[in-house]
């Protein structure tokens, strides 16, 4: 194997599969990425087995053909710290690959190509085609709520629902304390009732992936798996078998009046308090009082914070209730919209936070007591 490309073009794909492969594994081969020269264009590619990524170059300077595996981390970390504008020179000696670029030289120790985990793909049968913008920004508005490493293994991840008869889709999370779903239309109507649930590192590939794009999308969907292909790149996660819950029955109804408050001042508010809260799971008191909402914090040093902000539609509710600070500030700040509405039925009932100016979005808090 031998063939030659710029920093700049290796730089990202190399990124990206970096991202890909497991970073603590028993398996080195997991570690690696696959290069594979053929013709003139080059394949990388990389897996952790949950999440695979692939990623086809064309129109390189390809003088032999082969294939090799390298450890990715450190090939992006050599390509990475070389000059502007370098031109790479890779090729295979013996058991190194040889990398030449500006003076340098480098040797790295390799894996045989055919060590490298092949896959078994799923028949793709379904398919949900939507414009990238609107995936990422559903997946970008529930991302937080993900749980991490729960025993409830269906919820380390994000739930995509086709809804409305197949016109719309619901992007959903939870980690059993908070719930967060985004609604989006789609153009073209994909089978009802569809719906998956992608694992964690899965989501997070997808939208650094759709980030990149502008045009609509498909995802090709199979008996527990996924894949979408963006030009010459290919994603494909292995999907979490599971019962996701029934996220409706758990969605608060909305009030008709809501108490509606300026959402940079009550984030900025939040950010303040923040400051004496440093645990995940400290609190903030919400009182609401006719025409002001007082925030009062107490951390386990006995150091308090205290806050009042102007209620936009001033309205006879007397209620005091208790969130995790952390979820507010979550939810309040990735929220579109100058104002934010929160809806409570009382102080042991969930809050419903939404927006007038983002209807699709509803973030679910849990109460607490403090």
Wanted: charged fraction near 20%; proline fraction near 4%; hydrophobic fraction near 40%.
């Amino acid at each position: 194997m031998k063939f030659s490309i710029s920093k700049e073009q290796f730089l990202e794909p190399l990124a990206d599969i970096s991202n890909i492969v497991a970073r603590k594994t028993t398996k080195p081969i997991l570690s690696h990425a696959l290069i594979q020269a053929n013709g003139n264009s080059l394949l990388l590619k990389g897996t952790d087995t949950e999440v695979t990524l692939q990623i086809l170059l064309h129109d390189l300077a390809v003088q032999e053909e082969g294939a090799i595996t390298v450890p990715a981390g450190k090939l992006l970390d050599v390509v990475r710290h070389l000059p502007a504008q370098a031109t790479v020179y890779c090729s295979l000696d013996k058991e190194q690959l040889l990398v030449k670029a500006a003076g340098s030289v480098f040797r790295i120790a390799t894996l045989p190509a055919e060590d490298f985990p092949a896959l078994a793909e799923a028949d793709m049968d379904g398919r949900i085609e939507i414009a990238s913008n609107a995936l990422h920004g559903i997946m970008q508005k529930v991302r937080f709520s993900m749980a991490n490493e729960d025993v409830r293994y269906y919820l380390n991840g994000m739930y995509l629902n086709v809804v409305e008869d197949g016109h719309a889709i619901h992007a959903v999370s939870t980690d059993g304390h908070r719930l967060s779903c985004a609604r989006s239309g789609l153009d073209t109507a994909a089978t009802a009732g569809t719906s998956l649930i992608v694992p964690k590192k899965g989501v997070n590939e997808l939208i650094r992936q759709l980030a990149r794009v502008s045009q609509p999308v498909v995802l090709n969907l199979g008996e527990r798996q996924l894949n979408l292909t963006i030009g010459g790149t290919r994603l494909t996660s292995q999907l979490i078998d599971g019962n996701f819950p029934n996220y409706e029955q758990v969605l608060p109804p909305m009030q008709e009046n809501p108490v509606l408050v300026a959402r940079q001042a009550f984030l900025e508010s939040l950010q303040r308090a923040k400051v004496l809260l440093l645990d995940r799971h400290d609190g903030i008191r919400l009182t609401f009082a006719g025409t002001r909402l007082q925030l009062a914090a107490r951390n386990l040093e006995n150091e308090t914070v205290e806050e009042a902000l102007d209620i936009i539609n001033p309205q006879n509710l007397e209620l005091e209730a208790a969130l995790n600070i952390n979820y507010l500030i979550d939810a309040v700040s990735t929220i579109d919209g100058d104002n934010v509405q929160l809806h409570f039925t009382d102080k042991n009932s969930p809050c419903l936070i939404t927006s007038s100016e983002d209807e699709g979005v509803r973030y679910i808090i849990m109460p607490m007591r403090l």
